[in-house]
DNA sequence: AGTAGGATAATCT
DNA sequence: GATTATCCTACTG
């Protein structure tokens, strides 16, 4: 695939075969190439999300059983699980951790390094204008300016030609640039037990890290409190 | 800077 | 039928 300059190794299996949470802290400061339309488009990673994982995650897709959707958890690492958001935006994660154990990283924010004129055409759909750090603001937004979308599902990102992850030549050994700083926080929008889990990363200080949203929707065991007339 | 409401459909109960 | 790993617009201060 092509390339932009500064980029020194592809992230193969081995990166993505360890702990989910080592995997999202260590995406950060690596970037996303997509060939995926007239030129490529890359993406600086700011922000990841881990889900599953050794230790039980009610916030998982894959918590409760195996489906159609999320069957890709399930198998090999560095695979791509795409899925649909709200019934209208695409989210991409990365699968991660040994067969048969369902974990991935959520790609939830970065700066886009490489292809800002496509970025910003897919971005774009109304006539407001929109700002750098907006352009994958955002998991949907993300995954548009990126053109990722679900015929991407299953494919193997250590491989394939239309989407990569790379080290930059400018990276620490593991993680982003020396001296970058690395926050937690609670994951965005996810409710219930797992609403507070620290599985959220991102580059501290990040103008394209996106808005934190925890949500703690407290649910009534019995759901008298939520009884509707 | 912060927030409320609506769009929209696969997925699971 | 309820829920949802979101985003955009349009308000308010």
Redo the contacts with the bound molecule.
């Keep these: 695939m092509t390339v932009p300059p500064d980029l020194e190794d592809r992230l193969g299996p081995d990166f993505f075969e360890r702990d989910v949470l080592v995997v999202a802290r260590e995406l950060l400061g690596c970037v996303l190439v997509a060939a995926t339309g007239p030129g490529p488009v890359a993406i600086r990673l700011t922000e990841t999300?881990a889900?599953g994982g050794s230790a039980p995650d009610p916030?998982?897709?894959a918590h409760?059983?195996r489906?159609?959707?999320?069957d890709v958890m399930f198998r090999q690492a560095g695979l791509a699980?795409v899925y649909?958001?709200?019934?209208?935006?695409w989210?991409m994660?990365l699968v991660v951790g040994p067969v048969g154990q369902p974990a991935?990283v959520?790609l939830r924010a970065g700066e886009v390094v490489v292809g800002h004129d496509t970025a910003r055409r897919r971005?774009e759909t109304?006539a407001?204008a929109v700002a750098d750090r907006d352009l994958a603001r955002?998991?949907?937004?993300?995954c548009t300016a990126a053109g990722i979308s679900g015929v991407h599902y299953g494919l193997d990102v250590t491989t394939c030609d239309a989407i990569g992850l790379w080290r930059r030549a400018c990276n620490g050994p593991a993680g982003p640039e020396r001296g970058v700083r690395i926050a937690t926080s609670s994951?965005?929008?996810?409710?219930?037990p797992g609403g507070s889990l620290p599985y959220r990363f991102f580059l501290a200080d990040d103008p394209t890290v996106?808005p934190h949203r925890p949500l703690v929707?407290a649910r009534s065991v019995d759901g008298a409190g939520?009884a509707?007339g």
């Design positions: 999300e889900y916030g998982s897709h409760r059983s489906t159609p959707r999320n699980y649909r958001s709200y019934g209208i935006h989210c994660n991935a959520l971005r109304t407001r955002g998991p949907g937004r993300l994951r965005t929008g996810v409710a219930g996106s929707h939520l509707r």
